[in-house]
């Protein structure tokens, strides 16, 4: 099994463009999330689906998009990219989502730098 | 709302030794403090978690503490040994109006040198 796949791995964007990244899970997991690493920060929830069809805000939401697009894929999008969206992005499934209590399954992250 | 503070956030041992990284959390109706391993170039990995029912869990060299009374909880790893060397990121549970989220903290960067 793969696991939770992202994609693409890194990104240069400039101020303004817009992107989609990706995150697949071959788990059957209901939840999925999205997160993002700053140097110092931690990791911050920007938005998570606990299931199919439903969407909720994170920590830090501002700037961002998502479609879960079916109970496999869950989309993060940046609309007009800034440099404060620079980060590592990590995609994480659970099995059953909704409490936040259980083991989280990280992909491999995808580093984007916006110029 | 939760708010998560790790200490140290570097950490350098020699093989063999201890190595101990602690968490405080403000919200005491946090119930479940898990630990995260993160090797560079790669996304978080689970490697021991705790609920609030429980004051001690262990799984071979590394074992978590939970005191609720003082909200704190601790990592242990014994004998440490050079792949040991990774950021740990602890977390608390948050429970709000819009729901839960899992609240981490700064990370620790553990180095074990041989």
């Known amino acids: 099994n793969a696991g939770v796949t992202q994609t693409p791995k890194f990104q240069v964007l400039k101020t303004g463009q817009s992107m989609t990244l990706q995150c697949a899970q071959d788990?059957?997991?209901?939840?999925m999330y999205w997160y993002r690493q700053d140097p110092g920060m931690g990791l911050r929830l920007i938005y998570y689906?606990?299931?199919?069809?439903?969407?909720d805000k994170g920590e830090v939401p501002n700037g961002y998009n998502v479609s879960r697009l079916n109970k496999r894929e869950f989309s993060l999008r940046l609309e007009s990219a800034a440099p404060s969206q620079t980060s590592v992005y990590f995609c994480?499934?659970?099995?059953?989502?909704?409490?936040?209590?259980?083991?989280?399954?990280f992909g491999s992250g995808t580093q984007l730098s916006v110029l | 709302g939760e708010n998560v503070e790790q200490h140290p956030s570097t950490l350098s041992v020699q093989e063999g030794d201890s190595a101990v990284i602690k968490c405080t959390y403000s919200?005491?109706?946090?119930?479940?403090f898990p630990w995260y391993k993160q090797e560079l170039g790669k996304g978080p990995q689970l490697i021991i978690d705790?609920?609030?029912?429980?004051g001690e869990k262990k799984d071979q060299r590394i074992a978590v503490t939970l005191n609720k009374t003082a909200k704190h909880f601790s990592l242990h790893i014994t004998e440490t040994q050079p792949e040991d060397s990774a950021v740990y990121f602890c977390?608390?549970?948050?429970?709000?109006?819009?729901?839960?989220?899992?609240?981490f903290g700064k990370g620790t960067t553990l180095s074990v040198s041989s």
């Open positions: 919200d005491s109706a946090s119930n479940y």
């Open positions: 994480a499934s659970s099995e059953y989502g909704g409490s936040m209590d259980e083991k989280l399954f």
């Open positions: 705790i609920r609030s029912n429980v």
């Open positions: 788990m059957n997991h209901n939840s």
């Open positions: 977390a608390a549970v948050e429970a709000n109006q819009a729901g839960t989220a899992l609240i």
């Open positions: 689906s606990a299931s199919e069809g439903t969407t």
